[in-house]
């Protein structure tokens, strides 16, 4: 008959306060639920979760998809627990590339959920607020998700107070979650990021992500 032995180690938390990481991960919880943001696949190398919302503006984009205000837009948010973990020096080429196959899973995974809910046949656009650690870096940032087919389409120059403080709460949550999955990521200027409005059309995702198609059709 097997027992416990009440002497053996226990696993070590991979977090250096694990006290934080629970209040941290129980917060985002309760936002995620107040959003109504979900995870759309349980591929494990998948890095984005999603929301469905509404277009607060009209907008075009470069193939000629318009989205008029009120219209259901999918929006991706990022799946903290399952970006690669950057290294000890920062990043560097196989983690770039180990982060780019994770977005192109990700990216296929959430042409398969879409294809599949027939509900959602009005989301033409998906989107995202991607966080930028600074205006300087914004720009790169935009050309790094150009291959993957976004383009950026630039917000109104002055936010409402409102949605300024609401930012600047947000980035306090994301250099908490930064500080407690991959302390390594985390700079000093992160309270300051600014957000890059990034668009890709459902054709176009369709087009270059829906390959999984023709493997199971057996094309």
Not at 19 to 32: G, I, N, T, Y
Not at 37 to 65: K, N, Q
Request: proline share 8%; aromatic share 10%.
């Amino acid at each position: 008959m097997a027992m416990w032995d009440s002497a053996a180690p226990r696993p070590r938390s991979p977090y250096s306060h694990p006290w934080l990481a629970d209040a941290v991960s129980a917060f985002d919880v309760w936002q995620r639920r107040r959003q109504a943001v979900f995870e759309f696949t349980r591929h494990p190398s998948c890095v984005f979760r999603l929301d469905i919302c509404r277009a607060h503006r009209p907008l075009v984009l470069a193939d000629g998809t318009r989205v008029r205000p009120g219209q259901g837009i999918a929006r991706l948010h990022f799946w903290n627990e399952q970006i690669p973990p950057m290294p000890k020096n920062g990043a560097t080429i196989g983690w770039a590339r180990q982060m780019q196959r994770a977005i192109v899973i990700s990216l296929r995974e959430l042409a398969r959920y879409l294809a599949s809910q027939p509900e959602l046949g009005e989301i033409t656009v998906i989107c995202a607020d991607v966080p930028s650690a600074t205006k300087n870096q914004s720009g790169q940032l935009a050309r790094i998700m150009a291959y993957y087919g976004f383009e950026t389409i630039a917000s109104p120059a002055r936010l409402p107070p409102g949605e300024r403080l609401r930012r600047f709460g947000e980035n306090i949550l994301i250099s908490l979650i930064v500080l407690v999955h991959n302390a390594r990521a985390l700079r000093p200027d992160t309270l300051w990021r600014v957000r890059v409005p990034i668009y890709l059309s459902r054709r176009t995702l369709e087009k270059n992500f829906a390959d999984w198609m023709k493997s199971v059709s057996g094309a």
